[in-house]
């Protein structure tokens, strides 16, 4: 099975400045990359998938890069409504669909 | 407009069986590349991918759940059911149904809307 590796588990970052969410492959999975947020009491939603395409409506500021087995989620302007937890998942070889342990983004 | 929404049992035994449906509107599960997807998540935990059956009735299941685990789907009700046997208090927390993504006619396994998930509870 793959191995999704998120880092770091916790990331403290303010208002304003930029977030960069890492994801590590235990072997490639391609582009086949997707990106979720998920916030205290809700179901997760789709930000990236493709390893860089923003699902429909997601705002700019959100971007994802890379390929293979290293990839990253970067924010580029944190507003407060983007602390949450975030998880990356593949879906380039399965089963089983693989979720990564998460990233909590937190208010500095 | 997309909607999944989970339905069952907030409570059951352990050694019982689990019973969720999934009932959706804004599209077919007889169109070509759709698929809908179970993923849970334990209290404070990831997210785990169960199951996930398609349009032609092609399955996959999580390879460490797949013996007590079966998902169906009934086009005529547009919902899709997963069945998870000998239930334990392990498999404990928020149990989520999900739309597969589709866009510009090509299906990826990623999940582009969830219903809002059903909290199950194993204790005796």
């Known amino acids: 099975d793959i191995v999704m590796t998120q880092s770091p588990a916790t990331l403290s970052v303010s208002p304003g400045e930029r977030a960069t969410l890492s994801c590590r492959a235990s072997?490639?999975?391609?582009?086949?990359l997707a990106w979720y947020q998920q916030k205290p009491g809700q179901a997760p939603s789709l930000l990236i998938y493709?390893?860089?395409t923003r699902a429909t409506g997601i705002p700019a500021r959100f971007s994802g890069s890379g390929s293979g087995t290293e990839f990253t989620l970067t924010i580029s302007s944190l507003q407060s409504e983007d602390f949450a937890v975030y998880y990356c998942?593949?879906?380039?070889?399965?089963?089983?669909?693989?979720f990564g342990q998460g990233t909590n983004l937190e208010i500095k | 407009q997309i909607t999944l929404k989970e339905s069952g049992p907030r409570l059951v035994k352990p050694t019982q069986t689990l019973t969720l449906t999934c009932t959706f509107s804004?599209?077919?599960?007889?169109?070509?590349?759709?698929?809908v997807g179970w993923i849970r998540q334990p209290p404070g935990k990831a997210l785990e991918w169960l199951a996930l059956?398609?349009?032609?009735?092609?399955?996959g299941y999580r390879p460490s759940l797949k013996s007590r685990l079966t998902i169906t789907k009934d086009t005529s009700k547009n919902q899709v059911v997963l069945t998870m046997t000998n239930m334990d208090p392990v498999d404990t927390g928020t149990y989520y149904c999900?739309?597969?993504?589709?866009?510009?006619?090509?299906?990826?396994?990623?999940?582009?809307?969830w219903g809002q998930g059903t909290m199950v509870t194993v204790s005796s």
């Open positions: 999900a739309h597969r993504i589709v866009v510009a006619g090509i299906a990826l396994d990623a999940f582009d809307t």
């Open positions: 804004g599209f077919s599960l007889t169109t070509s590349g759709v698929g």
């Open positions: 059956i398609y349009w032609d009735d092609d399955k």
């Open positions: 072997q490639s999975v391609s582009s086949n």
């Open positions: 493709g390893a860089s």
């Open positions: 998942q593949q879906y380039n070889n399965w089963p089983p669909v693989a």
